[in-house]
């Protein structure tokens, strides 16, 4: 099976730099790697960003309304 390829255009500065993080891994290992740890990121800073805002009474409810919605769709 062929797969499609394709270029991005970087400056040599950052590729110098993605080279060295990259070590021996593939192009491909490498960015979906980053793509990986960069969502996981996001997510994290999702919650903290939910812990500063909603109180522990908020949290409950929302863990029982989960908890609920499993019960009554069997999920």
Do not use: C, P, Q
Request: no cysteine; glycine share 2%.
């Amino acid at each position: 099976m062929s797969r499609k390829l394709t270029t991005i255009s970087i400056s040599e500065e950052v590729k110098e730099k993605l080279e060295i993080e990259k070590g021996d891994m593939s192009w491909d290992e490498f960015l979906l790697l980053l793509i990986e740890e960069y969502r996981k990121k996001k997510v994290e800073r999702g919650i903290d960003k939910l812990r500063e805002i909603l109180t522990d009474e908020d949290i409950k409810k929302i863990e029982d309304s989960h908890k609920k919605m499993h019960e009554e769709f069997r999920i």
